[in-house]
């Protein structure tokens, strides 16, 4: 059964560094979401991507995010300059469609010291 | 604010047991709806999508009721398995799905 692979499964950084969260989502899917999922709390939608541009993006998604589709298969989010808050688990997403459910990938525990 | 609100549990049940959770969502405008199951520390998975009235899959059904922006889970006959956050979810009117904070089920033997 096709899944949506992350990688790292975990990544400890800095506060101010650039963290890079890797992805890859179900082969046919169009359309690709971040989600994040801070200890405790509930999943929170970040953005979501379709024909290679931002379809939709929350507050939270500010200018020290971005995302890009660097080729054929990976999706990635980076993080300019992370903080304190950014600890979290993060989670890639696609979809077939923006009706279609949304399937996700086992995500990234990102840890910011 | 869209918003989506569930029973806080924690639900505590023995084997075999029926227990529903239920969900309350403020976007009218929503056509579908999502009851994902989230175990510790992993993802969200799909447990059931709701596009009409309702929908069953073996021990489990989902109810929804428009009028009230209702949606209920029922699980029957529990499984020691089925300990899990099982998490209401909504698309928030544009590609984002807004989840519920989750309700917590542990089935005991």
């Known amino acids: 059964e096709p899944e949506v692979t992350q990688t790292p499964s975990h990544q400890v950084t800095q506060m101010g560094q650039e963290v890079i969260l890797r992805c890859v989502p179900i082969?046919?899917?169009?359309?690709f979401y971040w989600y994040r999922q801070i200890l405790g709390q509930k999943v929170e939608f970040l953005v979501s991507?379709?024909?290679?541009?931002?379809?939709?993006k929350s507050e939270i998604f500010d200018d020290q995010f971005s995302v890009e589709r660097p080729d054929g298969s990976n999706f990635t989010l980076k993080i300019r300059s992370t903080k304190l808050e950014d600890s979290a688990m993060y989670f890639c997403a696609s979809s077939g469609s923006t009706y279609n459910e949304q399937f996700f990938g086992p995500g990234t525990r990102l840890t910011v010291l | 604010r869209k918003e989506v609100e569930q029973d806080p549990g924690p639900f505590n049940v023995p084997e075999g047991a029926t227990v529903a959770f239920n969900c309350t969502y403020s976007n009218s405008a929503s056509q579908s709806f999502f009851w994902y199951r989230q175990d510790c520390r992993k993802e969200p998975k799909l447990l059931m999508s709701?596009?009409?009235s309702g929908n069953e899959d073996g021990r489990f059904t989902a109810q929804l009721n428009r009028a009230s922006q209702y949606i209920s889970l029922l699980i029957r006959d529990s499984k020691l398995s089925d300990s899990a956050t099982y998490l209401c979810?909504?698309?928030?009117?544009?590609?984002?799905?807004?989840f519920g904070k989750g309700t917590t089920l542990s089935v005991s033997s």
């Open positions: 991507f379709y024909n290679n541009e931002i379809s939709e």
């Open positions: 082969s046919n899917h169009l359309y």
């Open positions: 979810v909504v698309p928030g009117g544009g590609t984002a799905l807004i």
């Open positions: 709701v596009y009409s």
